[in-house]
């Protein structure tokens, strides 16, 4: 069975830091993955996404994320973070059967 | 191009009643998802809907169900209503099956259950 664990709950950062959202998942083969972002009463909208190829992969405002198939991890990371950039981010594999399995998700604060 | 839309926005009911929900997903895509969003279990997956056809169903029990017609909108219907079932309910269609597409959710139906 596939799993997917994001370990920080809630993650605050100063406006202009960097930032590093940890997700590790659990999967047999190559996965399917995706990073998220919910803002507060809206869906989650796609930062980004991996398939094959360049393990390094760039999204949607400013986002990037990088596959490390030794550590089963897929860390979204942003230069210099705005404070348009708190919500919730999820991360999420595709695998058995074309399921999917979303992590518990990681809440950023942004400090001004 | 419009967005994934979920009807209503907002619903409360009572336990033991049922509730539809309704997603209409963007124009030309063919795949729905439907999910339950709780601050207790977080994002888990219900069901996917494919050309009128569930693919995947997640780990619910058989009180929640769902369909799909021909022009791709979905509904869910959750029958015997229980407080457990209080819940954001998020849509999310894509071009073809979702299994390796990219999803695009809609605002979800918030529903509480009194």
């Known amino acids: 069975a596939q799993s997917v664990t994001q370990p920080d709950i809630h993650i605050t950062v100063s406006e202009g830091a960097s930032l590093e959202l940890r997700c590790n998942y659990s999967y047999g083969a190559t996965p399917y993955l995706f990073w998220y972002v919910q803002s507060p009463g809206q869906g989650l909208q796609l930062l980004l996404k991996?398939?094959?190829?360049?393990?390094l992969v760039q999204g949607i405002k400013g986002f990037e994320a990088e596959f490390k198939r030794s550590q089963s991890s897929f860390n979204l990371r942003k230069p210099s973070v705005h404070w348009s950039d708190a919500a919730e981010y999820f991360c999420?594999?595709?695998?058995?059967?074309?399921?999917?399995?979303f992590g518990d998700g990681t809440t950023l604060t942004v400090k001004p | 191009k419009a967005g994934v839309t979920q009807t209503p926005r907002y619903l409360i009911k009572t336990r033991g009643q049922q509730v539809t929900l309704s997603c209409s997903p963007i124009s030309g895509h063919r795949s729905v998802s439907w999910y339950q969003q709780t601050p207790g279990q977080g994002l888990q997956f219900l069901f996917e809907?494919?050309?009128?056809?569930?693919?995947n169903k997640g780990n619910f029990p058989g009180r929640f169900s769902g369909r799909q017609f021909s022009n791709s909108r979905s509904e869910m219907n959750v029958s015997t209503l229980e407080l457990g079932d209080s819940a954001l309910y998020l849509c999310?269609?894509?071009?073809?099956?979702?299994?390796?597409?990219?999803?695009?959710f809609g605002p979800g139906t918030r529903l509480t259950v009194l």
């Open positions: 809907y494919f050309s009128e056809t569930q693919r």
């Open positions: 991996y398939f094959s190829g360049d393990t």
């Open positions: 999420a594999v595709v695998g058995d059967a074309g399921k999917s399995t």
């Open positions: 999310a269609s894509s071009v073809q099956e979702s299994s390796y597409n990219e999803q695009f």
